[in-house]
């Protein structure tokens, strides 16, 4: 693995829990500026540019993402017309489509299983901005106590 990057808003990355729980990780955080207009993910869009970035340089023989939607279809594609490895991390038994999609764009699909002792219990929300920032905010007691 040459390099784990984690895309976001340039509050979310900046936070200090967030640096502290990335660098234990290993995980390089990338802020993200956010512009008032324009209609795509601009962490999609940072996420598609690195990728090209690291593999043009030479700076690694594949690329790995972890994605829920086709956004990165035509990044793989590229990327595979280059000579570069692309895979698609997913759990096992999600979005099977979309690993079809990457399948036919020649991309290797990852699956991997959660244990059944990790609980995936949301605490924290996202909430975007009129400004075009993102805060996290913890998610209140009613909502809790649906998924606990």
Not at 82 to 102: K, N, R
């Amino acid at each position: 693995l040459a390099s784990t990057h984690v895309f976001g808003a340039p509050g979310v990355v900046q936070n200090r829990d967030w640096q502290a729980s990335l660098q234990k990780l290993a995980i390089q955080g990338v802020s993200v500026p956010r512009v008032a207009a324009g209609t795509k993910d601009p962490n999609d869009i940072a996420i598609a540019a690195h990728a090209v970035h690291m593999f043009l340089q030479g700076k690694c023989a594949g690329i790995a993402v972890s994605v829920r939607d086709a956004d990165f279809l035509c990044l793989a594609t590229f990327l595979h017309s280059q000579g570069c490895q692309v895979a698609l991390v997913l759990p096992e038994g999600d979005a099977l489509a979309l690993g079809q999609a990457f399948e036919a764009a020649r991309a290797e699909i990852v699956r991997y299983r959660l244990s059944a002792n990790m609980v995936r219990t949301p605490k924290v929300k996202v909430v975007l901005h009129a400004s075009g920032e993102s805060s996290f905010e913890p998610l209140n007691d009613i909502v809790l106590s649906i998924y606990n």
